[in-house]
């Protein structure tokens, strides 16, 4: 009976194996004075219901998710990567394209994927962990927008 108790007990230990999960956000954040308007393009084709405002000294959760694993990936730039460009927008006045890795751009106003700027290269998002355990990781990734991405924009 002993060694019953002892099986059953050894395999319910086992069977009880907690899963890795991560708890992770992606979070725009604007230090400038300008309004910032995000718009993704596939093509010439604008993908409307990924577009985003942000308002002058303000901060957007864009993308929160539970992930199976203990990571914070995706981040919302990983995200980005699908589509071709990226328009930045200041105040419906100055116009800066983020362009995709593999993406021609005929223009010479925009921001490569390999720049330190892109939004869609999700190197460039600063990873912040909150809490962390041995089986869950809670966290964030941040994208500062600064008063020089609104320069280089003009």
Same mark, same amino acid.
């Given at each position: ?8 007990? $050894?395999? =319910?230990?086992? &069977? ?5 999960? /991560? ?10 004075? !300008?309004?910032?308007?995000? =718009? %993704? @393009?596939? /093509?010439?084709?604008? #993908? ?5 405002? $942000?308002?002058?000294?303000? +901060?957007?959760?864009? *993308? =929160?998710?539970?992930?199976? /694993?203990?990571?914070?990936? %995706? +981040? ?17 006045? &100055? ?9 021609? @751009?005929?223009?010479? !106003? *925009?921001?490569? *994927? ?15 962990? #909150? ?7 809670? /966290? @964030?990734?941040?994208?500062? *927008? ?5 320069? #280089? &924009?003009?």
């Amino acid at each position: 009976m002993k060694i019953l108790f002892s099986t059953l007990f $050894l395999i =319910s230990l086992i &069977a009880c194996e907690k899963e890795e999960v /991560g708890h992770t956000k992606s979070i725009f954040v604007n230090r400038t004075n !300008h309004t910032i308007k995000l =718009s %993704p @393009y596939s /093509g010439n084709m604008l #993908e409307a219901n990924m577009l985003v405002n $942000l308002q002058p000294y303000d +901060s957007l959760i864009v *993308f =929160s998710d539970n992930v199976r /694993g203990k990571t914070l990936d %995706p +981040s919302f730039g990983t995200l980005l990567q699908p589509y071709d460009s990226i328009v930045v927008e200041y105040d419906n006045l &100055a116009r800066i394209p983020h362009i995709k890795f593999n993406a021609t @751009y005929n223009g010479t !106003h *925009f921001i490569p *994927f390999t720049s330190n700027r892109s939004i869609s290269n999700s190197n460039n998002w600063e990873k912040v962990i #909150e809490n962390e355990t041995s089986h869950s990781i809670t /966290g @964030y990734y941040k994208y500062i *927008f600064t008063e020089q991405d609104y320069l #280089e &924009a003009q």
